[in-house]
């Protein structure tokens, strides 16, 4: 079994790379991005549709690349590596999955190439508390999703809602009448989160079969828990690398303080964290590309489960080594500390994946 990564992937990565380096850097273009609620620029969103990375999951009849998750995780980890902020995950990830997995040919025809183009942008709400009724053809939601990630961002939102005879996936455009959106505070101005409030909003439902958990739904949530792994990924690789990088150039009596004992443990350590997680998220995206239902669920939940249990710790010994100058808001460790703090909150955290994990392994 080849574990390398091909010719086009590597390419795939480059490419990527040298458009986040030269086009959305850590400064100004992240910081700059901080205090925004939509986390992007026109010009930063359409150069990512132009390389093909929103379209990048979707089929080529609809405009995309047609290429799978062990792709889009190649650029998830670059993106983890600049903190990149902005509703890529959301809507080239969840949103375009949701309309993949549960629409049907004409909400695919509608809804896929604007999505790949960029042109939309989507976010999608799985666990929150929304009924559908009926209305006519369509279909009014309410309900309260208190944490939507990249909520205001998105002109389009992909809701599960409880009917009269199932879960289905809605698609709601957020300029309707019955629909409020309002920026949540968090710690990682990276990650943007809203709360959304629906109050019989128009919608249209995609296909007509159950999407209940464990079906398209829970497809749908283990492509994003892996997404949001594979990020934390790339977020602890520079890390790491910026750590080392700052224990071989800073002198402390007379010698570097990457001789000392303590630091090249705590170094190590991270290193031991991140190489793990990255086994564990690629073989998830492995899984979610050709695996069976069970073992997409089964690989998707450990890998998120020990990403969000440890990746965080990389961030707080990338403070510890930095020292005085790691606490500063100049120094760019904070970034990549709060984004690991918040991939430890995902999906419950740490001890909710295990749990599940639990459950998997004991039934």
Same mark, same amino acid.
């Given at each position: ?12 990565r480059?490419?990527v790379?040298r458009? /986040?380096?030269?086009?959305?850097p ?8 901080l ?6 620029? $026109?010009?930063?969103?359409k150069?990512? %549709? ?5 379209g ?8 995309? #690349? ?8 190649? $650029? ?5 590596r600049?903190v990149h902020p ?13 309309? /993949?997995?549960?629409g049907?040919?004409?909400d ?7 999505? !790949?183009?960029?042109?939309v942008v ?10 559908a009724?009926p209305?006519g053809?369509a279909w =009014?939601?309410s ?8 909520g205001? &961002?998105?002109? $389009?939102?992909?809701?599960? !809602?409880t009917? %009269?005879?199932?879960?289905?996936l809605f ?9 409020? *959106? ?7 101005? +990276? ?5 959304? =409030? ?6 249209? =439902?995609?296909g007509s079969?159950?999407a209940?958990?464990g079906d398209?739904v829970?497809?749908?949530a ?6 949001? #792994? $594979?990020?934390? /990924?790339?977020?602890?690789e ?8 700052y #224990?071989k ?6 010698r570097p303080?990457?001789? @000392?004992q %303590? ?10 964290w ?11 995206l492995? #899984?979610?590309d050709?695996?069976d239902? &069970?073992?997409?669920h ?8 020990? &990403?969000s ?8 010994? &990338?403070?510890q080594?930095?020292?005085? *100058?790691? @606490?500063t ?6 970034l @990549?500390?709060k984004?690991l703090? +918040?991939?430890?909150? +995902?999906?419950?955290?740490?001890p ?7 459950? *998997?392994?004991?039934?």
């Amino acid at each position: 079994m080849d574990f390398e990564f091909s010719a086009e992937q590597e390419e795939l990565r480059s490419t990527v790379r040298r458009f /986040l380096v030269d086009r959305a850097p850590l400064r100004p273009y992240v910081r700059d991005q901080l205090d925004d609620n939509r986390g992007t620029t $026109v010009a930063v969103w359409k150069g990512l %549709a132009d390389l093909g990375a929103t379209g990048l999951l979707v089929p080529e009849q609809y405009g995309g #690349a047609d290429l799978g998750m062990v792709e889009m995780g190649v $650029v998830l980890e670059e993106m983890g590596r600049l903190v990149h902020p902005g509703p890529f995950r959301s809507s080239a990830v969840g949103a375009v999955s949701a309309v /993949l997995l549960a629409g049907s040919p004409d909400d695919r025809s509608d809804l896929l190439p604007r999505l !790949a183009s960029g042109d939309v942008v989507g976010a999608v709400a799985l666990d929150g508390a929304i009924t559908a009724a009926p209305a006519g053809s369509a279909w =009014r939601l309410s309900g309260l999703v208190p944490r939507v990630g990249d909520g205001a &961002a998105a002109h $389009v939102l992909v809701a599960a !809602a409880t009917t %009269a005879t199932g879960v289905g996936l809605f698609a709601v455009n957020t300029d309707e009448p019955g629909i409020e *959106i309002a920026p949540a505070d968090t710690v990682d101005g +990276t990650t943007k989160f809203a709360t959304v =409030r629906l109050d019989g909003a128009a919608a249209r =439902r995609l296909g007509s079969g159950d999407a209940r958990p464990g079906d398209v739904v829970g497809e749908v949530a283990d492509r994003l828990a892996v997404a949001h #792994a $594979v990020d934390g /990924l790339g977020a602890a690789e520079a890390a790491l690398e910026l750590t080392v990088t700052y #224990a071989k150039e800073r002198v402390q009596f007379e010698r570097p303080i990457g001789s @000392f004992q %303590a630091v090249q443990h705590l170094c190590a350590d991270m290193l031991q964290w991140v190489e793990l997680a990255r086994a564990g998220s690629y073989y998830a995206l492995w #899984a979610l590309d050709g695996a069976d239902a &069970a073992e997409r669920h089964r690989a998707a939940t450990m890998a998120l489960a020990y &990403a969000s249990d440890t990746l965080h710790r990389v961030g707080a010994a &990338a403070i510890q080594v930095l020292g005085g *100058i790691g @606490f500063t808001w100049e120094h760019d460790a904070h970034l @990549f500390y709060k984004r690991l703090l +918040t991939l430890q909150q +995902t999906g419950g955290g740490g001890p909710a994946q295990y749990e599940e994990l639990a459950a *998997i392994v004991l039934d």
